[in-house]
C-alpha cells in the first residue's frame, strides 16, 4: 500500500503567542513551531500500516516554520520519502489555498492512502483533512482513531469515533483520506542519533508546484488574547458584614434599590 | 618425594607430569577462549594513569581493602582465605616442579623454607577457620543477595580438601624425615632447616595421641599429598568454569577499573543489524561479567531493589555471563548471531528492570571487584532507546529536551525567570565577562520550589560579592540524566548547544547548585570515552566545582561572616553525584558547622548513602506502585533522618533531592516531625544580617 501523510507546523503553544501590530493576525516571526500533534499521530498511523502490511510511506509538508527537523525526523522514525512543498510567506496559506498545494503534490505520488490529522489548533476557516478530501475528490472519514488492513484487498478497517465515546468499525474502499483523531499507539520516539544519520543519509525532495491565489473567504477583523474577566472579590468578615457588602454590591449595580 | 613410586609400570613424577600437562592444557584453552570472547567487545581505553591502577591493584587486590572496609565475618575471613591462595601458589608450584624433577634433582619444599613455611602452615589453619566462618555466614546467616548454589559448596569443599590435603601431607612428610633420621638416612627436607611449622607439628602430636603410627601417618600423607595434587588440577580446570572464576579475572578488572574519575561513559557503540552481539559492551564491560564473584554486596545496597523494584545488580550481571559465554561460543566458532535465543536487553533482563536504575553507584561503589553496572546499564538502556522502547513519560521528558532544552516542558525564554525576582540584577554572563559562570540547571530555574532555593543562592552570593553570570535563556540542560537514560546522541546534542554558548563567554571558574549538572561538566564535558579529547573546549582547564565548595571558601576566606550562630540540629544527605561519583564530602559539612549547626549523621552516610532514587533519568518516570511492604528510596531516606533523635533539619545540596524529599515528607506525614532545607538557605540564614551590614558599611564607605 503506498501511504501518503501531511504533516503541517504549527505555532507551539508553550510560549505565548503574540498579536501582529495590525491586530488581525498571529504573530508568525515571533512564534517557535511545532508539528501538529494530530499529524503525528496520523504519521505513526501510516508508520504501524508499514510495518504490519509492508507499505511504503511519503510524508508531505509545507516548507514552513521548522519543517526540515520534522520531516528528517519523519524519516528516522521509518517514512520512505520526506517531501517538501516550498512557501516563501511568513504566514501559512488559507485553508483552500493549502488543500490545492496538498493536492497538486498528492495526485503526483499516487497514494492510494492519505493520512492527516483530522484537526490543528490554528485552523480559522476549519479542518483541512476534509477540505483536501473534497479537492482531491476522495471518499474522507473523519475522527479516526485507528486505521487496520481491510478484509478485502483495496481496502481499510477505519475505527471512527462519536461523541459519547462511541466507536464505529467502518471498512473503506481505497483509494480515500482518512482523518486522524489518534493512532493505535502513542507516536514513538525517535532517537537523536538516528535523526541526525537521516540528516545525511535522507534527501528532501523539493516538489515543484504553483501557487494557486485563493481569496479568502474568511476576513479577520480583530484577533485577540481572551481578556480576562473583572476580579472576584472575596468577602471576608462575619455572617453580618458579608451580608452587609453583598447588599451594598448589588446597590452598586444597580440591582437593588 | 611421593612421587617416587611406581603405578601400573610407570614412575610417579610421569604420572603426575602428565595429568599436570593435560590440566594446564585445558586450563589454557578454556582462558585463551575467554580472552578471544573478551576482544569481541568494544574498545575501551584504560591504559591511562598506570601508577594509580598499580596503587590501587596493590591495595585492593593484594590487600583486599575494600573487603577488609566491608561486611563482617567476611571483612576478614575473605583476606584470609586470599592471602592463603597467595601463599599455596608458591607451596604447589614447588609441589609439583619437585614431584615432577624428583628422580633427578630435589627441589625444596615449603615446608623446608624458613618462614615461608611457618607461614603456609599458619594459613592451611586460618583458610580452614575463614571458610568455616564464610559458610557459616552463607548458609545459616544468609545475607540476602548471596547465593547458596552448588558451585558455592563445591568450591568450598575443593578449597577445604587443598587444606586438609596439605596438612596432612606435611605431618606425613615430618613423620617420614623423622623416620629416616633415626635410621641415620640422610634427610633433606623439613628436618635440615628445622623450619616452625606450628599446626603440622600440633596435629601430628594429635595424631600420635589418637593411637596412629608414625609409619600409618606417613602413608597417609603420601596418599593425601596424591589428593592434594588431584584437587588442585581439578581446580584448575574447574576454576575457568565456575563463579570461582573470579580468581583469575578480578585482579584484571581492579587493574582496568573505572580511573581516575568515577561515571564517565564510553562513547555509543554501534547498534542495530550491522553490530554482533558482544560488539555491543565494551570489553571492559564484558570482563565484568567473568569479574563478578556473586558476592551480592550490590544488591544489599541497591535503592531500586530495596523499594521493590525488580532489579538485581548481581543479576544483571549474571545474565551478562550467561551471554557472554553463550554468544561468545558462537563468536569464536564463527557461527551467526544466534536465532530464537532470547534477546539480552529487554527479553532475558526486562526494560523495567533496567529503567528502575537511579544510576547511584552505591553498587560500584560496593563491588570488591570493581565491576561496572551502571556503564552496563547505561549501554543496555541505548539499545532500549534505539529501539525506542521507553515509557510514555520518559518519552515526553527527552521529547521536551529536545526541542526546549529542559525536562520541564517550559518554555527557555522563562528559563532566567526566577532571576528577574530578585531586588537586584544578575550578570548576564553572555554580555558581560565574570569570574564565576552560574550553569542553573532545570529544576533549579523552572521548579518553583527550587526556584526559591536558586534565588536565595544568589543572594547569598550577591551579598558575599562574587562576581557571577548566567547564561539567561541560552543555557539548556547539561545533559547528565539525559546520558544515563541512554539517549546518548540527545546528550550530545545538548553538549554541544551548551559548548557553542560557553564559546562566546569570558568566564575564569563554573558552579552550579545541582550535583547532575556539575558531575556532567566536570566528566561529561571535559572528557571523552577514549579519553583523548575534550569534548567542550571552553571548559578545559576551568576549575568547576559544587556550590558547596563554593560556599566553604567563602566562609572559610571570609567574605561570608556567620552573624548568628544557628542552634538547629541537623542531618546532611549526600547527593549521589556529589558524594560517591565525585568525592565531595566535607565541603557541604564544613559549611554545615561553620553555621554552629549541629550535624547528626544518618547511618547511611557519605560513601554509603543512600539515594533518594532521581538520579539515571527516574525523576521523569514514573514510579511503579510500592508493594510488598516496601517504600520509595525518598521515603525510606526520610525516615532514616526521622529516626535521629532530636534532628529538625534534612539538609540538602541537590534541587532534586529538595523536591524529592519534600514529597516524601509529605507522603509519610512527617510535615511537623522533619523539614527539608538547602544548605543555601541555612547559610543566608546565618550570614545574612552581616553581610547586609558589610555590604551598606561598603557602600557608606564609598560615598
Known amino acids: ?257 | 618425594m611421593p612421587t617416587q613410586i611406581t603405578i601400573l609400570g610407570l614412575p610417579g613424577a610421569v604420572w603426575l607430569a602428565l595429568a599436570a600437562a593435560i590440566c594446564v592444557a585445558l586450563f589454557v584453552h578454556r582462558m585463551i577462549f575467554l580472552v578471544r570472547v573478551l576482544i569481541r567487545g568494544s574498545p575501551e581505553y584504560r591504559l591511562n594513569d598506570i601508577p594509580l591502577r598499580i596503587g590501587v591493584f596493590l591495595r585492593e587486590v593484594l590487600g583486599q581493602e575494600r573487603l577488609l572496609k566491608g561486611e563482617s565475618i567476611i571483612n576478614w575471613a575473605h583476606p584470609l582465605i586470599f592471602w592463603g591462595f597467595c601463599l599455596f601458589v608458591i607451596a604447589s608450584a614447588l609441589m609439583f616442579v619437585g614431584g615432577i624433577l624428583a628422580p633427578w634433582v630435589h627441589v625444596p619444599q615449603v615446608e623446608s623454607i624458613p618462614v615461608l613455611g611457618t607461614l603456609v602452615d599458619l594459613f592451611a589453619v586460618l583458610v580452614l577457620v575463614a571458610l568455616a566462618a564464610s559458610s557459616f555466614r552463607r548458609y545459616v546467616l544468609r545475607p540476602p543477595g548471596l547465593q547458596r548454589t552448588m558451585d558455592a559448596t563445591l568450591v568450598v569443599m575443593l578449597i577445604a580438601g587443598l587444606m586438609i590435603t596439605f596438612l596432612l601431607a606435611e605431618i606425613g612428610g615430618m613423620f617420614k624425615e623423622q623416620l629416616a633420621a633415626e635410621a641415620g638416612q640422610a634427610t633433606e627436607g623439613w628436618l635440615a632447616t628445622q623450619t616452625w611449622l606450628p599446626a603440622a607439628s600440633l596435629l601430628g602430636k594429635l595424631m600420635l595421641a589418637a593411637g596412629i603410627s608414625r609409619e600409618a601417618a606417613v602413608s597417609v600423607g603420601v596418599a593425601a599429598w596424591w589428593g592434594h595434587a588431584a584437587i588442585l588440577l581439578f581446580f584448575l580446570v574447574y576454576l575457568p568454569y565456575s563463579k570461582h572464576m573470579h580468581l583469575l579475572w578480578a585482579p584484571v578488572a581492579v587493574l582496568f577499573a573505572e580511573l581516575p574519575r568515577r561515571g564517565t561513559l564510553p562513547p555509543a557503540t554501534a547498534l542495530g543489524e550491522e553490530s554482533t552481539p558482544l560488539r555491543q559492551f565494551t570489553w571492559r564491560q564484558l570482563l565484568s561479567a567473568y569479574a563478578c564473584a556473586e558476592c551480592g554486596r550490590c544488591d544489599r545496597v541497591c535503592p531500586a531493589l530495596q523499594s521493590g523494584a525488580d532489579l538485581s545488580p548481581r543479576e544483571i550481571i549474571a545474565h551478562l555471563k550467561h551471554f557472554v559465554l553463550e554468544e561468545g561460543k558462537r563468536a569464536v566458532k564463527g557461527q551467526p548471531r544466534s536465532e530464537g535465543r532470547k534477546r539480552l536487553v529487554g527479553e532475558e533482563i526486562p526494560a523495567e528492570t533496567l529503567w528502575a536504575c537511579a544510576t547511584c553507584y552505591a553498587c560500584m561503589e560496593q563491588c570488591p571487584v570493581r565491576n561496572e553496572h551502571v556503564p552496563i546499564v547505561v549501554q543496555m538502556r541505548r539499545q532500549l532507546i534505539n529501539e525506542g522502547s521507553i515509557d510514555a513519560s520518559l518519552q515526553e521528558a527527552l521529547t521536551s529536551l529536545q526541542r526546549y532544552g529542559n525536562s520541564l516542558g517550559q518554555s527557555p525564554r522563562k528559563r532566567a525567570e526566577w532571576a528577574k525576582r530578585l531586588e537586584f540584577p544578575i550578570k548576564d554572563a553572555r554580555k558581560e565577562p565574570v569570574d564565576w559562570l552560574w550553569f542553573v540547571g532545570d529544576y533549579a530555574s523552572y521548579d518553583p520550589r527550587c526556584q526559591a532555593v536558586t534565588q536565595t543562592t544568589a543572594r547569598v552570593l550577591h551579598l558575599a560579592r562574587v562576581d557571577f553570570g548566567i547564561l539567561m535563556d541560552k543555557e539548556q540542560n547539561a545533559g547528565n540524566d539525559v546520558r544515563r537514560t541512554g539517549e546518548e546522541g540527545l546528550f550530545e546534542l545538548l553538549r554541544e548547544k551548551n559548548a557553542q554558548v560557553f564559546e562566546g563567554v569570558s568566564f575564569q571558574q563554573v558552579f552550579t547548585t545541582d550535583p547532575h549538572t556539575y558531575h556532567s561538566l566536570k566528566n561529561d564535558y571535559t572528557v571523552s570515552g577514549n579519553q583523548q579529547e575534550v569534548p567542550c573546549r571552553p571548559l578545559q582547564g576551568k576549575r568547576i566545582v559544587h556550590y558547596s565548595e563554593l560556599l566553604e571558601e567563602l566562609l572559610r576566606e571570609g567574605k561570608l561572616t556567620v552573624r548568628r550562630r544557628l542552634d538547629h540540629v541537623v542531618t546532611f544527605h549526600d547527593p549521589c553525584y556529589l558524594g560517591r561519583y565525585n568525592g565531595v564530602y566535607e565541603a557541604p559539612r564544613s559549611v554545615l558547622r561553620a553555621l554552629g549547626v549541629t550535624v547528626v549523621e544518618m547511618p547511611r552516610n557519605r560513601e554509603n548513602s543512600f539515594c533518594c532514587g532521581a538520579g539515571g533519568g527516574r525523576i521523569w518516570m514514573k514510579d511503579a506502585p510500592a508493594g510488598g511492604g516496601h517504600e520509595r528510596p525518598a521515603e525510606s531516606r526520610v525516615r532514616e533522618a526521622m529516626s535521629l533523635p532530636g534532628v529538625q533539619y534534612l539538609v540538602v545540596a541537590c534541587p532534586k533531592d529538595l523536591a524529592m524529599f519534600q514529597d516524601a515528607i509529605k507522603t509519610v506525614g512527617a510535615e511537623d516531625r522533619l523539614k527539608v532545607v538547602d544548605l543555601a538557605e541555612l547559610v543566608w540564614e546565618a550570614v545574612a544580617e552581616s553581610c547586609q551590614m558589610k555590604a551598606e558599611q561598603q557602600e557608606l564607605a564609598h560615598t
Open chain 1, 1 to 257: 500500500m503506498n501511504i501518503a501523510v501531511v504533516l503541517r507546523q504549527v505555532p507551539d503553544l508553550i510560549e505565548t503567542l503574540e498579536i501582529a501590530d495590525d491586530g488581525t493576525r498571529l504573530d508568525y516571526g515571533a512564534a517557535r513551531f511545532i508539528v501538529n500533534e494530530w499529524d503525528n499521530h496520523a504519521l505513526e498511523q501510516a508508520l504501524l500500516l508499514k510495518e504490519s502490511e509492508g507499505s511504503s510511506v511519503t510524508v508531505v509538508a509545507l516548507d514552513f516554520g521548522e519543517v526540515d527537523n520534522t520531516l528528517y525526523e519523519a524519516s528516522a522514525k521509518g517514512a520512505d520519502t520526506i517531501v517538501k512543498i516550498p512557501w516563501d510567506s511568513e504566514e501559512p496559506p488559507a485553508l483552500r489555498q493549502a488543500a490545492a498545494l496538498y493536492a497538486e503534490v498528492l495526485r503526483g505520488i499516487g497514494a492510494e492512502l492519505i493520512l492527516v490529522g483530522c484537526q490543528s489548533h490554528d485552523e480559522l476557516e476549519g479542518p483541512l483533512a476534509p477540505q483536501l478530501a473534497f479537492t482531491l475528490n476522495l471518499p474522507y472519514v473523519g475522527v479516526v482513531r485507528g486505521v487496520q488492513p481491510g478484509d478485502q484487498p483495496g481496502s481499510i478497517r477505519v475505527f471512527k469515533e462519536f461523541p459519547g465515546a462511541v466507536v464505529a468499525r467502518m471498512s473503506v474502499r481505497l483509494p480515500a483520506l482518512i482523518g486522524v483523531l489518534a493512532a493505535e499507539k502513542a507516536p514513538r520516539y525517535v532517537p537523536v542519533s538516528r535523526i541526525r544519520a537521516a540528516m545525511k543519509s535522507t534527501p528532501i525532495r523539493e516538489s515543484q508546484v504553483d501557487v494557486p491565489q485563493a481569496a479568502a473567504p474568511v476576513n479577520v477583523l480583530r484577533l485577540y488574547v481572551p481578556e480576562a474577566p473583572e476580579r472576584a472579590e472575596m468577602l471576608d468578615g462575619s455572617a453580618e458584614e458579608v451580608a452587609e457588602r453583598i447588599c451594598q454590591i448589588l446597590a452598586e449595580k444597580g440591582l437593588l434599590r
